[in-house]
């Protein structure tokens, strides 16, 4: 069974989404015992196809073939949708494991029963299931379906609370970027398989010559994938969709993102990585990131909305991840090397860091009733734990030792300066305002005296919190192991792999 | 006339950014993306027009025929197609939903989510 993981990965999800409505007509009680297995099994694949690509290289997986390694025919033409999971694929996987894991423990007693939690559970589900497609499909066009399953299931999430007025502001806002962003990525698939007649990433990869129509559907990639990571100017939806998105869906939103950097990873590199393997792209790259990061932080620092001062947050991570790519693909080894290291790194540590910080919104919004900084203060009497995971997150987002936000950002500025001081010392200021920000939140919102009583949150969320609470104290104590053992393989995926992912599907 | 459809389909795609740029009223936003949907879709399908080309069913193909059609633009243009429908009825029940809120469909006066 373990050949089949990686589309087990996304089968069992995407059907288990749907089942789960049907299943939670029999009882409530069944219904939880059925999102928990079926999240238990998805998690245990995206590890055993991590394993088997850590372990053995790439997997590749040829759907509706006599044999699933059977990627090409006798002329050596790929003509089935092929599933490609390499190191880096493998990564994206473990995080999507992490967040969904970590989302679905949460959820269970955040959501309640009479506000439509089964369709809660079961977007997540859908969610999960196009973020694990997106990072392992070989194909352009799946590519394309996945990026719009999880647009739909991620818009329906963010306009969960449709009783309230600004989520589906917030959600109409995301799915016309969304919508936007993948039509672009379409044009750019019909101008690539006009071309070429094929749709497989690593066949185009071989082809790609840097003809006009190629460039043209570069830029047209990278705009589509740039607006749904919420890069700046594209980035007005993401702090409306992570502030007013219910806790949960948040933590996998911030997945859903990193897999358009992903994206953006393979597209520059593997299947452009032949032929237009210029630095222009990852300047263009990096100054976007930087632009971000300066934004997100500056719009940070006047929000009174606690959520949308940690979506700000989120944003500018973002930022740092786009530089570090950008860093990466200007200097292709060397220190772009220890940029990508730094970026990759950073995000899992993002996941966990940003994530932890919308849990403990989300469990001061469901404890107060309110997330406005101006009303809040004095919480960390009532909410002790929440105040220690906000203050933990806090830091470990904005970068302060030995936490693991530092680890990852340390290699992002280091080499940022062999590239560009300008540019590093631009993202080390960010850096330190985002603190002050942070800090005044966690101020504002946990210390003083007490004003209010509020009622902390159940042990179920707690152990969620506390799962990723676990993964920043540990990553950012031994994070030479981590990198050595799952992000090192990720880079070299990216900077060297291009051969072993274009033979491995293509034979030879 | 061979590039014809294309100008036709980029054209669709440039009323559609236009309409966005334009218009501020959500159900005219959710028919521009619309718009731009149905130019794509317009793309895709006249990739694959060969002329005089007959549908790729081997057992059906009369003897005479020499050149079938790849059926893949076609099986592409369909899924657009049904996604397509998806975003647009999620983003119309979302319009709705803000009408019961807010009583008008302007995106000028939808402020709250601004900054």
């Known amino acids: 069974m373990l050949v089949h993981a990686p589309i087990l990965a996304i089968a069992v999800p995407l059907l288990g989404a749907f089942s789960l409505l049907g299943v939670s007509y029999i009882s409530r009680t069944w219904r939880n015992v059925w999102a928990c297995l079926i999240a238990a099994f998805t998690s245990a694949m995206a590890v055993a196809v991590a394993i088997r690509a850590y372990t053995e290289g790439v997997v590749v997986y040829a759907l509706g073939a006599a044999s699933p390694t059977q990627s090409v025919t006798a002329g050596g033409f790929p003509i089935r949708i092929v599933l490609v999971v390499d190191g880096l694929g493998a990564f994206m996987g473990l995080i999507a494991a992490l967040t969904g894991v970590v989302a679905l423990v949460y959820c269970f007693q955040y959501l309640r029963e009479e506000e439509g939690k089964n369709l809660g559970l079961s977007l997540l589900l859908l969610l999960w299931a196009g973020i694990l497609g997106m990072v392992y499909t070989g194909d352009l066009f799946n590519f394309f379906v996945f990026l719009e399953v999880t647009s739909i299931a991620a818009c329906a999430l963010i306009g969960y609370r449709v009783w309230e007025s600004r989520p589906p502001e917030a959600a109409f806002k995301t799915m016309a970027m969304y919508t936007l962003g993948g039509l672009l990525v379409l044009i750019a698939v019909g101008i690539l398989y006009g071309e070429y007649d094929a749709l497989n990433i690593a066949y185009l990869g071989k082809l790609i010559a840097g003809s006009p129509l190629d460039r043209l559907a570069l830029g047209l990639l990278l705009g589509g994938l740039l607006m749904k990571a919420g890069a700046v100017p594209a980035h007005m939806w993401a702090p409306d969709a992570y502030g007013e998105a219910p806790a949960m869906a948040t933590v996998v939103l911030v997945a859903n993102t990193q897999a358009a950097i992903y994206a953006i990873l393979r597209v520059v590199f593997t299947l452009y990585g032949g032929a237009l393997a210029s630095p222009g792209i990852g300047w263009l790259i990096a100054s976007l990131g930087i632009a971000t990061v300066l934004v997100a932080v500056l719009m940070a620092v006047v929000q009174r909305h606690l959520g949308r001062l940690v979506a700000y947050g989120a944003v500018s991570q973002l930022g740092y991840m786009l530089l570090a790519v950008g860093v990466g693909a200007v200097a292709r080894g060397g220190f772009g090397e220890v940029a990508l290291t730094g970026g990759i790194f950073h995000m899992i540590n993002d996941a966990a860091a940003v994530g932890l910080l919308f849990l403990v919104v989300g469990a001061v919004r469901r404890a107060v009733g309110s997330v406005d900084l101006l009303s809040l203060g004095g919480l960390g009497h009532a909410l002790r734990w929440e105040a220690g995971f906000f203050l933990l997150g806090a830091l470990a987002l904005a970068g302060i030792p030995p936490l693991n936000g530092f680890a990852s950002k340390f290699l992002i500025y280091e080499s940022t300066f062999r590239a560009s001081p300008i540019l590093a010392a631009l993202a080390l200021l960010a850096s330190i305002l985002l603190l002050a920000v942070v800090v005044r939140a966690f101020q504002g919102t946990f210390l003083g005296p007490r004003v209010r009583e509020a009622s902390p949150a159940p042990r179920g969320m707690l152990v969620a919190m506390g799962i990723l609470a676990l993964v920043i104290v540990v990553f950012g104590l031994f994070p030479g192991f981590f990198i050595e053992r799952i992000v090192a393989p990720a880079v070299q995926a990216v900077l060297t792999g291009r051969e072993a992912y274009l033979a491995a599907v293509l034979g030879g | ?115």
């Open chain 2, 1 to 115: 006339m061979g590039n014809m459809p294309f100008v036709v389909s980029m054209l669709l795609v440039a009323i559609g950014f236009l309409t966005l740029i334009a218009r501020r009223n959500l159900i005219k936003l959710a028919i521009g993306i619309s718009i731009i949907e149905m130019g794509v879709n317009l793309f895709l399908v006249s990739l694959g027009y060969v002329r005089g080309g007959i549908a790729p069913i081997y057992t059906y193909a009369p003897p005479e025929a020499k050149t079938m059609v790849f059926p893949t633009p076609q099986a592409l243009t369909l899924t657009a197609i049904v996604i397509g429908l998806a975003t647009t009825a999620l983003m119309l029940a979302f319009a709705v939903v803000i009408y019961r809120h807010r009583g008008t469909l302007d995106a000028g006066k939808i402020r709250e989510l601004r900054g």
